[in-house]
């Protein structure tokens, strides 16, 4: 009984992992940072997906590579 609930648990972990792993390529990819800075966390995340998130969460400085939005000026 408790094997079959360890066994469940890691695939949610593992899977919620993944998520996440998603989530920060596709935060990175749209960033402004340079193509070797995106190209160097989604590496990192990609081959290395826990280590890659703590890293990325600690040390990505989003707030400094957050793409904003500026709408078109149409007037």
Known sequence: MIDNM???TGG???LLILILDFIVIFEVINS????SGKL??????????LVG???YFLLG???QHNSSYTPIDTA
Do not use: A, D, Q
Request: net charge positive.
């Open 6 to 8: 360890l066994s469940y």
């Open 61 to 63: 400085h989003r707030e």
């Open 40 to 49: 160097g966390w989604s590496l990192l995340v990609f081959f290395f997906p």
């Open 53 to 55: 998130l703590i890293f």
């Open 32 to 35: 402004n940072r340079t193509v």
């Open 12 to 14: 949610v972990v593992g």
